[in-house]
């Protein structure tokens, strides 16, 4: 389990963006995080991640603190992450960028499996990762991510920038991908759609504070209790 | 100026390949890890100085070769540590702390060797015939370990583990620390190897040329605009980089005037601010 308690956390010391968070991340369960922009959604990924300014709080990994680990060590240790925006490593080929993926970690997973989950990065296996649609660079992100056989993915925003029919499909690789091999997803978004249809729970941030914890299903059920969050 | 075309050619090719046996450690640590060591011409000057004491210690020139890229590369490590580590993310401060490495290295070379100039006899004396035209065997050595270098380079960046472990550094390291590689001990690593990489190349032409404490300053600025103009990345970038800057500034030199050869690099130099500002500007945006 991953369990985050007290977090607070910025970028410049002094001035923390996050105060006060917890949360406990589940293997095989999805926990969306919601927020309008600005709320600290990406900073809390960071945070766990030490790619930004820790001032309190404890992380702990399996029992473990691991709050002063470097963000190689928290890799290693199995917390994935794909980041806001491109995510892959432009200049490296498709299957480069899932070789990196796996060379730090211990139980690297093969290219030919990943391309088994997205066969369209097998197509495009020679090709400069940047030269990727959009929707192709985030499932090469996905799959970088993986190829270091985590057990907690921590997710960024994964349907910003791609057309609606690829977020569906992109839905349903990771409720495969969190049924089949028990991964723990820690999943931002702002596609109300995404989260309602993956997520188990829901912590709703708002100016850096967790406002409100919702169970899955409500987001669905009853969007109307996270619309006002968003503003929508 | 020489009058026989193939001398000339030969002259202009072993400027190139000596100015990318300099620029490739340059093209390592500013081209890899992202940092302007200006230091570099001193890293150099410290591996001909390796060459000249251990040859004096009566241990002979190929033992100095052989230490030069060890010394060196082991004076990066620490430069790294001590100090680039910690300036990772200032590069105005890298910059000028790398400036005042230099100085300091310079000036022990003074203390140590005194301000004189030292020579080392050629391993191998003598000239061979090539293409019809008597050449110096040590030029001709020096243009063949360039060509090792960058084909060992080659290997080890697009062949090796390593090689795509740097390269996934260097095209984001962010990505890479969270894709669970060691960017720190990866940069140090290859800052250590670039500089080794200087040290070679202060030892290998150091029979070529004149040994002194200011021999490190002449090389830096030609070895940066030769990674700067390189057309493309890798070694194979920067071998055509110093084609252009070493091979260019040879054949101007003895075609028309060594001064006007200086002004092209001058020229250079401007194209060099301009690119370094615009990289600058790309980055922040």
Not at chain 1, 86 to 108: A, D, Q, S
Not at chain 1, 191 to 206: I, M, Q
Request: net charge neutral.
């Amino acid at each position: 389990m991953l369990e985050v308690r007290g977090l607070a956390a910025g970028y410049r010391p002094g001035a923390p963006v996050l105060r006060d968070v917890d949360l406990e991340l589940v293997p095989g369960r999805v926990l969306a995080v919601m927020g309008r922009n600005g709320a600290g959604k990406s900073t809390l990924l960071k945070a766990i991640l030490g790619l930004a300014r820790r001032e309190a709080g404890t992380i702990r990994l399996d029992g473990r603190a691991v709050e002063r680990r470097p963000t190689e060590w928290l890799a290693r240790a199995g917390i994935g992450f794909v980041p806001q925006g491109r995510g892959v490593f432009p200049g490296l080929t498709v299957e480069e960028n899932l070789r990196v993926g796996g060379l730090g970690h211990p139980r690297p997973v093969p290219p030919a499996a990943l391309y088994a989950r997205f066969p369209i990065l097998a197509e495009r296996r020679d090709l400069d990762a940047a030269s990727l649609s959009g929707g192709e660079q985030r499932q090469l992100a996905i799959a970088r991510a993986l190829a270091g056989s985590p057990r907690f993915l921590l997710l960024d925003e994964p349907s910003e920038g791609i057309q609606p029919a690829l977020v569906d499909e992109l839905g349903a690789t990771l409720a495969a991908l969190v049924a089949a091999d028990g991964l723990g997803v820690l999943l931002v978004e702002q596609s109300l759609d995404l989260a309602a249809r993956l997520a188990d729970d829901c912590l709703v941030l708002e100016d850096g504070r967790v406002v409100d914890r919702l169970p899955g299903p409500v987001l669905a059920d009853e969007p109307a209790r996270i619309e006002r969050y968003l503003g929508l | 100026m020489p009058a026989d075309p193939t001398l000339l050619l030969l002259d202009a090719l072993a400027q190139a390949l000596g100015l990318f046996l300099v620029a490739a450690g340059l093209a390592v640590t500013f081209g890899l890890v992202g940092v302007i060591n200006l230091a570099h011409g001193e890293l150099l000057l410290v591996g001909a100085y390796t060459a000249l004491a251990v040859d004096r210690a009566g241990l002979g020139y190929w033992a100095g070769l052989a230490l030069a890229p060890l010394l060196v590369g082991l004076l990066g490590l620490l430069l790294d540590l001590l100090v680039i580590r910690r300036l990772r993310e200032r590069p105005l401060d890298t910059l000028l702390a790398t400036w005042a490495a230099a100085l300091v290295l310079r000036q022990t070379v003074v203390a140590l060797f005194g301000p004189a100039s030292h020579t080392i006899q050629p391993p191998i004396a003598g000239s061979v015939t090539l293409l019809g035209a008597p050449y110096p065997v040590h030029r001709l050595l020096v243009m063949v370990l360039a060509l090792l270098v960058a084909a060992f380079l080659g290997w080890l960046l697009f062949a090796t583990r390593l090689g795509l472990m740097i390269r996934g550094t260097v095209a984001d390291r962010t990505l890479a620390a969270v894709s669970g590689l060691a960017v720190a001990r990866l940069e140090a690593l290859a800052f250590a190897f670039g500089a080794g990489l200087a040290g070679l190349a202060g030892a290998a032409t150091a029979p070529l040329l004149s040994i002194d404490p200011q021999m490190g300053l002449g090389f830096l600025l030609p070895a940066f605009l030769a990674v700067l103009v390189a057309p493309a990345g890798g070694p194979a970038g920067t071998v055509l980089g110093a084609a252009l800057v070493g091979g260019g500034e040879s054949l101007v030199a003895a075609l028309a005037s060594p001064v006007l050869a200086q002004l092209v690099v001058l020229a250079g130099a401007v194209l060099l601010l301009r690119r370094v500002a615009g990289r600058r500007v790309g980055r922040e945006r």
